[in-house]
């Protein structure tokens, strides 16, 4: 061993594994192997005492070292076929001895020369033999590499005979060292006995071996390490490094397992290869070393969009996961963000050994699994967080949520989506003391109220990555927005454009000459009232841009058109087959998921170089750009709001690539002093909707208070509410009424509704409730308190006259009320539909309470002097979309169908998955809905994937989607297990308009999946195998005879 070269320590705490061989007692095995394991183990032992290393914590896990495939193993077998071509080499020798004595002892004629002659040619098997059986050492960790060259067997030796005979030479001297005297002496008797030596000599030799090796693990430290390459000897340097930082971490209680914000370095390194983030920004490291951060304090940060706030929480995130080990859920606003960050942290789920799970739609399991070793990452909407926290706190596993991360945290003053997340929030501050909630948004304006609600430190800064410019445009003067000048902006330029009079007529706002002046080099966003507009403005810029932008990136935007035809079955959208040529396309809700990913894949990758979108997308997916138009001041009809406008101009600026973002707002003179309030008032104020939202706030905020026995009496009831959003605000907000006064108001209300049932109580004082059987059957299926009666009605009607000769009864039952009540049927279409159905189908109509002469006279515009219940008759006429949807799952044939944009019946479509999710927890509360359960299960699935049934395993993939499906499925890839062993690159040759990031996201996710399916299983074989708590012992049995 050269010894100049480095020596590397790893100290490794090891279990011991004490391993009786079959049908010897243990103490006989034990008393056995001392003599086997020779000088070297006592060496071993002497430097440090085999008990020492004893220890509660295994840093090998459950791995056990001796199973089939293990390494260990496989060295036990190398040993054993190297001992057997060993003894075969002395057994040869042996008989050529004899051979050459003859009968009396004298040499026999022709022994010698044909024993000369075939020596060479046997040395030369036996060395091959040798060589080849111990091939797998070439691969032995450097750290181990020292108890080979003891051996004689280097690693490094390769396949030069002349090292091979050396160390074969040398492993035979050193195992007959090792080998017990009398056992070498008795090679040396006859013939009979031998057999019964070489089986005694082989044991010992492989235990010596063993019992080398675990010494070795243990105690490799001591050693000098022969350095075989220079980046092993570098990572083994690293590794050895983290270990001991680990191990003195676990001593000193603390929480930093690495150098990397107390993570290992190859966090870092993920970060490097899956992101291509080399460097935090100096707002990073300063909020990720706050005190309040490395003391777990709760934590508010608020930061311009595009400043990074999202890598902060991911770290933390990881902290909790792996320093911690304890579950982490994240909350976000939207589905498809939720998918995206999904595919994003499944890779780094799947290597640093963590599940990474979707609540969103009607993904998500009650409670979730409880896992044994791996710890979960919860990723979910705003309406599933708030079930999951509700199962936790039920089944009383909310301790074991050690983060809540909130994006977006300005949604919590939003309308019944901030209720239902203020909600949450408060649940956990009251039940959990040991959760720590960070909470993250660009426009924050009240921060103190907040911090009250949520007792956090609170973080803030200016930092942007990209310069931002903001403009104003009236007419064709460009105005700086300036907030030292006296009106807030000051003059900058003319816009240097030449118009014809048909241009000026077309596009009076100069949209065409805004967005030449970036593209196609650079990329755009304009964002439009309506979608609508989003279209109409799209065509319009394309009539006037020249032929010359059909050539920038022409193969990849013909590449898109033909991908949008294949996962839509032929059909594209004729505007966007007139725009995307020129990398110019629309984004609102009307399109389908399918088209939007591909979109904004081709936009991402600058093949598209101009969107016009509504301002959803400023609220959705990340898709930044050098400059960022705003074609009015208004949202729909509704004039812009500065927390809305401040998420637009955001988007503006690509860090990275850009070194400036520009943002301009288009306006008229007669708007020009709404404006110039909009760029100079502060962010709006966020306020609890707690109690203004009452079915989907307070009312069920108090049912499941009650129902989960967090507070039952008055008392503790108002003491919970004092801890809200709304109760640190009722200052503000309750003018007429208290507190306390709103709370006794609601809970009657409950009562009277028959969802809350007063306890009977000597004093008034200590008036108590308790949750009927409707009322958590509400709460359950977080069903909006506004229609749990009419469910409870229309389920109960069912039961007297189920139709299931089709799905349209049960689709109809599962028709979310809210998007019923906003459906405008068109008559002619409907009346069509009736008229298409099956007498089976008639019958559902008609025990609605809807007839065909009904549908008829309303196509006609006649008079009708029947009364029948217009929620019905919508609500029917949404059933007849998914139940035509579900026959077809052709989303593009059922738009035309019924006139409606594809995107609308998808998000019907995503609608009725989620209610009908709802209903069958909801029918689970409930026994005389029995017949529902099994019925309901089904039917959730179809409405969640809406496909063929072959392509719903490769659907349960985050981001796979329907076309992609098809794909996969023809390519060969037709379940979980085949994508979760895919090779990236050849998904990438196999599929077509599959780029690498997609390939590696859909592998990563669908190894997340297998995995957590695996998991899921082994917890449920240990709980059939595990003995019951309750079991009665025979001590309490005698007992109770006695």
Request: charged share 25%.
């Amino acid at each position: 061993m050269d010894e100049g070269g480095s020596r590397l320590r790893r100290r490794v705490s090891v279990r011991k594994r004490d391993r009786p061989s079959p049908g010897k007692p243990r103490q006989e095995q034990e008393e056995e192997e001392e003599p086997g394991a020779g000088g070297r183990r006592r060496r071993t032992a002497e430097a440090q005492p085999l008990q020492s290393n004893d220890s509660e914590e295994d840093m090998f896990g459950d791995y056990d070292s001796f199973a089939e495939n293990s390494f260990l193993a496989q060295v036990d077998d190398v040993e054993r076929q190297y001992m057997q071509v060993f003894e075969r080499g002395k057994l040869a020798a042996g008989l050529s001895t004899d051979g050459l004595r003859g009968d009396g002892g004298a040499p026999a004629a022709g022994g010698f020369a044909a024993s000369e002659t075939d020596a060479p040619a046997r040395n030369r098997r036996r060395r091959e033999d040798a060589s080849a059986q111990l091939g797998i050492l070439d691969d032995v960790p450097s750290s181990q590499g020292f108890y080979f060259e003891d051996l004689g067997i280097s690693p490094a030796d390769g396949g030069n005979p002349c090292t091979g005979e050396r160390a074969w030479a040398s492993s035979l001297e050193t195992l007959n060292e090792e080998l017990p005297q009398n056992s070498v002496e008795q090679h040396q008797q006859p013939d009979d006995s031998s057999s019964e030596v070489r089986s005694g000599s082989e044991e010992n030799r492989r235990k010596s071996l063993k019992e080398h090796l675990k010494s070795a693990m243990t105690g490799n430290a001591r050693a000098q390490t022969p350095v075989f390459s220079r980046t092993k000897q570098l990572k083994e340097t690293l590794l050895s490094e983290e270990i001991s930082v680990a191990k003195k971490t676990m001593e000193s209680s603390s929480d930093d397992l690495g150098p990397f914000y107390s993570l290992p370095s190859k966090v870092r390194d993920l970060y490097v290869q899956f992101k291509g983030i080399e460097k935090l920004y100096e707002w990073q490291h300063t909020c990720l070393t706050l005190n309040s951060v490395q003391e777990r304090k709760n934590l508010i940060y608020s930061l311009p969009t595009s400043g990074g706030k999202t890598l902060v929480a991911e770290i933390l995130m990881l902290q909790e996961l792996l320093c911690r080990r304890r579950d982490v859920l994240m909350i976000l606003p939207y589905v498809a963000i939720v998918q995206e960050k999904i595919s994003g942290l499944s890779s780094f789920g799947i290597e640093l050994g963590f599940f990474v799970e979707e609540y969103a739609g009607s993904k998500g399991k009650f409670p979730p699994i409880k896992r044994r070793e791996k710890k979960s990452l919860y990723i979910a909407t705003i309406e599933k967080g708030h079930s999951l926290v509700n199962s936790l706190i039920e089944t009383g596993r909310i301790g074991s949520l050690g983060l809540v991360v909130v994006d977006e945290l300005h949604m919590i003053g939003e309308g019944s989506r901030g209720a239902i997340l203020e909600m949450t929030l408060a649940k956990i501050l009251y039940t959990s003391k040991t959760t720590q909630i960070i909470g993250m948004s660009a426009t924050l304006s009240n921060v103190e109220d907040l911090q009250e609600f949520l007792q956090a430190e609170c973080y803030t800064s200016q930092f942007r990555p990209v310069e931002l410019k903001e403009y104003l445009k009236i007419k064709e003067a460009i105005y700086e927005v300036d907030n030292k000048a006296e009106n807030g902006m000051t003059f900058s330029r003319l816009l240097n454009c030449q118009y014809s009079d048909t241009l000026k007529k077309m596009d009076p706002d100069h949209l065409v000459a805004l967005v030449t002046e970036v593209i196609p080099n650079y990329s755009c966003l304009v964002f439009c009232p309506t979608k609508k507009n989003c279209e109409n403005v799209a065509e319009m810029i394309c009539k006037f841009l020249s032929k010359e932008y059909l050539k920038h990136r022409e193969k990849e935007k013909h590449e898109l058109i033909k991908n949008l035809k294949s996962i839509s079955g032929g059909n594209v959208c004729p505007i966007l087959k007139r725009t995307i040529p020129f990398g110019v396309a629309y984004h609102h809700s009307g399109l389908t998921s399918d088209e939007r990913r591909l979109l904004e894949e081709a936009y991402s990758a600058g093949a598209l170089c101009l969107f016009t979108c509504t301002s959803t997308l400023a609220a959705g997916v990340n898709l930044p750009a050098r400059r960022v138009i705003l074609r009015a001041p208004y949202v729909a009809k509704e004039f812009l709001k500065r927390s809305q406008y401040e998420q637009m101009i955001g988007r503006a600026g690509r860090a990275g690539i850009d070194s400036v973002g520009e943002s301009v707002l288009i306006l008229q003179e007669k708007d020009k002093q709404q404006v110039s309030e909009l760029i100079s008032r502060p962010l709006e104020n966020c306020y609890s909707h707690l109690v203004q939202e009452f079915t989907k706030g307070i009312q069920t905020l108090f049912l499941s208070l009650i129902g989960l026995k967090i507070a039952t009496n008055l008392d503790d009831i108002c003491h919970f509410m004092g801890g809200t959003l709304f109760g640190v605000q009722q200052k503000i907000l309750l003018k007429e009424k208290s507190l306390r006064e709103i709370t006794v108001e609601w809970l009657r209300y409950l009562t009277e509704k028959g969802l809350l049932q007063k306890d009977v109580v000597d004093k008034p004082k200590d008036e108590s409730f308790h949750i009927t059987k409707l009322g958590r059957a509400s709460f359950k299926g977080t069903i909006d308190l506004a229609y749990c009666d009419i469910l409870y009605r229309d389920l109960k009607k069912g039961l007297e006259g189920l139709v299931l000769e089709s799905l349209l009864h049960l689709i109809y039952l599962t028709t979310p009320y809210d998007m019923a009540s906003h459906c405008v049927p068109d008559w002619m279409i409907y009346f069509r539909q009736f008229s298409q159905l099956s007498p089976a189908e008639q019958n559902v109509a008609a025990l609605l309470g809807v007839s065909e002469n009904f549908i008829g006279k309303k196509a006609s515009g006649q008079a009708i002097k029947k009364k029948v219940d217009k929620d019905i008759v919508n609500r029917l006429y949404l059933s007849f979309v998914l139940y035509t949807l579900l026959k077809e799952t052709n989303i593009w044939s059922v738009s035309e169908k019924f006139n409606m944009p594809r995107g609308y019946i998808q998000s019907l479509l995503a609608g009725a998955a989620s209610f009908s999710s709802c209903v069958l927890h909801f029918c689970e509360e409930l026994e005389e809905f029995w017949v529902y359960r099994a019925l309901l299960v089904e039917l959730t699935k179809k409405l969640t994937y809406c496909v063929k049934a072959e392509l719903i395993p490769l659907m349960e993939v985050t981001g796979v989607l329907e076309g992609r499906a098809k794909q996969l499925y023809n390519a060969g890839y037709k379940s979980l297990i085949h994508l979760a062993n895919a090779n990236p690159e050849a998904l990438i040759r196999t599929v077509d308009h599959l780029s690498r990031r997609q390939a590696k996201q859909i592998v990563s996710s669908a190894k997340m999946l297998l995995h957590e399916k695996a998991e899921a299983l082994q917890e449920e074989v240990e709980e059939l195998l595990r003995p019951p708590s309750d079991f009665p012992s025979v001590e309490a049995s005698s007992t109770e005879k006695a």
